[in-house]
């Protein structure tokens, strides 16, 4: 679409187990933003659904539940839903039925073990639980059995030929060829009905009378919340939503993970074209992002969280905002736009000190050093009479560079965008040494004709220099906002030079005008640095598993040789209570308060409980967390009955990484207090507390 009236920009829905990291940034939204502040700065209409932020909402919102239930309506009263009787997978043990990702099995198209039952994270391939080899429940960890029920399905067979025509035919030569691809072979192999309800007590409702007991499924109910969110913005600024979603001069983008395209390119799509809205224009889906050649994982502490970025790089006295723009530049230059690419720390090395600092930074402060020795301080004039072809071309590549970038960005390239704004430092870093107005200075002591031609050529070359800075301002602006605007700090210029309309001029800053002193634009990476963060990332390998060694309960005094007995040990049971309670009396090494927040506690109930077979020690405990159902283990079966546990209310750590034991995996640790004589005592609410409720 061709200069369209209105933008709406999205980012994936941020679902995270825990805090967010690298991958999120990477995949979905510094892309998002990056393309929203270049249409800003072309003083475009747009609404962002992403990091900028234009409006915080949420799915649990009364504004999305009404929204949901009118599309579900809608579709249901023009018959574009059908309604099937099907056998769905029932878990006997928790006496629910089981939503798909709550069953896990082996992919039938990559053989891996570990997908669910709607997708398969490995290959990405979107499933059915039906199609799953092997299938068990996430709840029980027993194979669940086929129950009948009915639910309301989006009939996509029904659409196969407006989908191939809308993707296949309309968009093969503007959207990128992965997406593309996968939405190709998923059309190849012939759309199935998919089911848009679930049998599940939390969730959007189904509006209507005959389907107690059910909710909107979250593939159908999820994407709406782009929707509700819209309405939630124009709501607040006193605007019409409408336009967003309805007008065909509006363009829609969603900036997503390749795990997500499946839904934004067909399911979401034909969801509002059977409602008479928009459909997307682009999908630019970008491919996985790994750290240190191992794929990220939060449950095996493989990861990098922003929080521990913020904590580490952008404290006020370590760098601030320039290190916020500085991982934002690294992660631009290796973005996965067309395959998976790999984040290492000392590739973010490299891109700070030799990128960054050496050629973008190091042009500004040596025109800002060389502007202050030789012309005062100030914008030096510009003297047509004697521009030479080197100026020439300098300008021409300024002029041209416009243009350039403002094609990739439009094409979604943001990788090579940025590497033409760097290339451009480049050029100006190599100008400067051509013209080196240091030595051409040396002949302004000869006084007369020879030092008035010595002060045009210098304050050509610094006249030049500096209006390229400017230009360079504007152009990383997209990119590292905090950087443009140091930049326009330096050179005393407002914001508003930061239009992209401005970019290309050479007559940015006025001759005579006073600039500040030279500022570095970033600090070096150094190697300790370096050093420190691989060794971090290693560290919490370490402490994912020594958290899950504690999560089952046992002593760490107390130790099994391989092979042995469960119950046998080099201490007797006098001896091992004798040591539990001189380590409990002791008071464990001062932890910073910032460590501690980092712990989330919440409050727990036990829906069900087992013992784990030859585990005399563990329980497997089904909790409640409020939003959803997690199996946790703990060692603490010679304390308390499996019966003893069910409807008790415990305080979990909810965002202690998973780990299997015994065949299980477990998904959080429950706390209890410890007494003189070795009994455990359950810790939590001293009032009936709702599930999932937080611990301050």
């Not at 013209?435 to 045009?456: M, N, R």
């Not at 301002?473 to 140091?486: E, S």
């Not at 402490?543 to 504690?550: E, P, T």
Request: glycine share 8%.
């Amino acid at each position: 679409m061709t200069n369209p009236k209105r933008y709406l920009v999205t980012s994936a829905l941020p679902y995270a187990n825990g805090h967010k990291h690298i991958g999120h940034l990477a995949g979905a939204y510094i892309p998002a933003d990056i393309y929203v502040r270049y249409l800003r700065a072309q003083g475009r209409d747009v609404v962002d659904l992403s990091v900028s932020f234009d409006v915080y909402d949420r799915t649990s919102a009364p504004v999305h539940h009404e929204t949901a239930s009118e599309f579900f309506t809608y579709l249901n009263d023009r018959g574009e839903l059908i309604v099937k009787e099907s056998e769905q997978y029932y878990d006997e043990q928790a006496a629910t039925f089981l939503a798909d990702r709550y069953i896990k099995g082996t992919c039938p198209n990559c053989g891996f073990n570990g997908a669910y039952g709607d997708q398969c994270e490995k290959c990405g391939t979107a499933l059915s639980p039906d199609e799953l080899i092997n299938p068990v429940s996430t709840l029980s960890g027993n194979a669940p059995v086929k129950r009948a029920t009915k639910h309301w399905y989006l009939p996509l067979d029904k659409y196969e030929g407006w989908l191939r025509a809308y993707i296949i035919d309309g968009h093969k030569d503007d959207w990128r060829p992965s997406v593309v691809g996968q939405c190709k072979s998923w059309i190849d192999g012939g759309l199935q009905p998919r089911a848009v309800t679930r049998d599940l007590d939390w969730g959007v409702k189904v509006p209507l009378k005959e389907a107690e007991g059910k909710v909107l499924y979250v593939w159908f109910d999820a994407p709406i919340g782009y929707i509700s969110a819209t309405k939630t913005w124009a709501a607040r600024e006193g605007k019409d939503w409408r336009p967003y979603w309805q007008d065909k001069e509006t363009k829609l983008v969603h900036f997503i993970g390749k795990d997500n395209i499946v839904f934004h390119c067909i399911i979401f799509p034909l969801m509002l074209k059977l409602h008479d809205y928009i459909v997307p224009d682009n999908v630019p889906a970008n491919e996985f992002l790994n750290l240190e050649g191992d794929k990220m994982s939060t449950s095996r502490g493989w990861k990098l969280d922003m929080q521990d970025y913020i904590d580490d790089f952008i404290r006020k006295d370590n760098g601030g905002p320039a290190l916020a723009d500085c991982l934002r530049y690294y992660l631009t230059t290796i973005a996965p736009e067309t395959k998976d690419s790999d984040f290492t720390w000392k590739g973010f090395q490299d891109a700070v000190n030799g990128e960054l600092l050496n050629k973008f930074g190091n042009f500004l402060n040596r025109t800002l050093v060389l502007m202050h020795k030789l012309t005062g301080g100030k914008v030096p004039k510009w003297h047509a009479e004697i521009v030479t072809e080197r100026d020439n071309n300098l300008i021409k590549e300024i002029q041209n560079s416009k243009a350039k970038i403002e094609t990739l960005l439009e094409e979604y390239k943001f990788r090579d965008a940025l590497g033409e704004v760097i290339a451009l430092s480049s050029l100006g870093n190599v100008f400067l040494q051509e013209c080196a107005p240091w030595s051409v200075a040396k002949k302004l002591t000869e006084g007369g004709a020879v030092a008035e031609a010595a002060q045009k050529e210098i304050d050509n070359c610094l006249h030049l220099s500096l209006q390229l800075c400017a230009n360079l301002a504007i152009l990383i602006n997209p990119f590292l906002p905090n950087t443009a605007k140091k930049m326009c700090y330096l050179m005393k210029v407002v914001d508003g030079m930061l239009e992209w309309k401005n970019a290309g001029s050479l007559k940015l800053l006025s001759v005579g005008y006073s600039l500040r002193p030279p500022e570095l634009l970033f600090r070096k990476i150094e190697d300790e640095e370096v050093a420190f963060q691989v060794e971090k990332l290693k560290a919490g390998l370490d402490k994912a598993r020594a958290a899950m060694d504690s999560a089952s309960g046992q002593p760490l005094a107390v130790s099994e040789e391989p092979g042995s007995r469960s119950g046998e040990s080099a201490m007797t049971q006098s001896e091992q209570k004798s040591n539990i309670r001189h380590q409990t009396s002791e008071t464990k090494s001062e932890i910073q308060f910032d460590d501690f927040a980092k712990v989330d506690l919440r409050v727990g109930t036990v829906t069900a409980c087992e013992r784990v077979p030859k585990a005399d020690k563990l329980l497997n405990l089904t909790v409640d967390m409020g939003n959803e159902v997690r199996t946790i283990l703990s060692g603490i079966a010679q304390h308390f009955t499996p019966e003893y546990m069910i409807g008790k209310q415990v305080l979990v750590v909810a965002n202690l990484a998973p780990r299997k034991m015994r065949g299980i995996e477990s998904q959080g640790m429950i706390l209890t207090a410890e007494q003189p004589d070795g009994k455990l005592i359950l810790v939590g609410p001293n009032e009936q507390t709702d599930s999932g409720s937080g611990v301050q």
